[in-house]
C-alpha cells in the first residue's frame, strides 16, 4: 500500500535529517520543539512496527498520543509562550501526586510519601503553579489545547475515535473482536485487518508529521526543508490519486 510504504520513508529519513538540526538544548523552548518532534517520529515508528508485526490494535492508542504531540508541537510553534502552559500542566500533575502521597495510604507512592521534604515539594509545587496562573498560564484541558491548534474538528471526530478506543468503549471491542458473517458472527483475538483500514490514520500520521518536519527545521534554519517540501509535494499527489 503506498500510503504505508510512503509513512516508512518519510520516518527514516526524517530520522536521519534530524540528526543534522542544531538548537540550544538549554532553552527550555527549544528543548521542548525537539523533544515533541522526536516523539512525533517515535510514535510513528512504533505503528509502523505494530502494523507490520500484528499488534494492530495497540495503532489507535498510539495515534491518539501522536495526535496529542502534534497539537502541542503546532502550539509551541505558533506561540512560544505556549511552553508556560506545558510546565503549568507538568506542576499540576506532580502536585496531585505529591498530595496522594501525603496520604500515606496509596502503596504505588510509597517511596515518595517516605520522603523527609514531601511538604516543602507541596509548597514549591503549589507556589510554581499560582506564580504561573497570576500570569494566565494555566494547565489546559485537551479541548483547549485543540482549540488553540486550531483543530476542534480533529478533537470533534477523530480525537473522539481515538479516546474511546484508548477506554476500551464498546465501539473499539465490536471493531477489534467481533467478526460479522451470514445471519452471524464470531469473536475473534488479534483480528487480521487489512492495512487499508488504517488508511486515515496513516495518511494523518504523514500530514502530521510533515507539518512537524518542516515547522522544525524552518525554526533551526535547517539546510532539509527543501527536501522535506519534496516529500510534502509526494504526499499531496498520492492523496490526489487516492481520491480519483
Avoid at 499560582?130 to 471526530?157: C, G, H, W
Avoid at 508529521?209 to 522535506?228: G, K, Q, R, T, Y
Wanted: with cysteine; net charge negative; hydrophobic share 40%.
Amino acid at each position: 500500500m503506498e500510503t504505508f510504504e510512503t509513512v516508512k520513508v518519510f520516518h527514516d529519513r526524517l530520522l536521519q535529517l534530524a540528526s543534522a538540526l542544531r538548537f540550544n538544548k538549554h532553552d527550555r523552548v527549544d528543548l521542548h520543539r525537539v523533544a515533541l518532534y522526536g516523539t512525533l517520529l517515535e510514535l510513528t515508528g512504533c505503528m509502523i512496527h505494530l502494523i507490520e508485526h500484528n499488534g494492530r490494535t495497540g495503532v489507535p492508542s498510539l495515534f491518539r498520543a501522536f495526535l496529542e504531540a502534534a497539537v502541542e508541537l503546532r502550539n509551541l510553534t505558533k506561540d512560544v509562550g505556549y511552553i508556560d502552559h506545558m510546565i503549568a500542566s507538568h506542576v499540576d500533575q506532580w502536585l496531585k501526586v505529591l498530595e496522594e502521597a501525603k496520604k500515606g495510604t496509596n502503596p504505588y507512592l510509597a517511596s515518595i510519601a517516605a520522603s523527609q521534604d514531601l511538604d516543602n515539594q507541596i509548597t514549591d509545587h503549589e507556589k510554581q503553579l499560582r506564580d504561573l496562573k497570576e500570569r494566565r498560564k494555566q494547565p489546559l484541558t485537551i479541548f483547549k489545547r485543540f482549540e488553540r491548534a486550531n483543530m476542534v474538528d480533529e478533537y470533534r471526530s477523530l480525537y473522539n475515535f481515538l479516546s474511546c478506543d484508548s477506554h476500551s468503549n464498546i465501539r473499539a471491542l465490536i471493531s477489534r473482536h467481533i467478526e460479522r458473517g451470514d445471519n452471524d458472527f464470531k469473536v475473534v483475538f488479534y483480528k487480521d485487518e487489512p492495512i487499508e483500514t488504517f488508511l486515515a490514520t496513516l495518511d494523518s500520521t504523514a500530514g502530521l508529521l510533515i507539518e512537524a518536519a518542516l515547522a522544525v527545521h524552518e525554526v533551526f534554519n535547517s539546510d532539509s526543508l527543501a527536501e522535506i517540501r519534496k516529500m510534502r509535494e509526494h504526499l499531496n499527489a498520492i492523496r490526489v490519486r487516492d481520491v480519483a
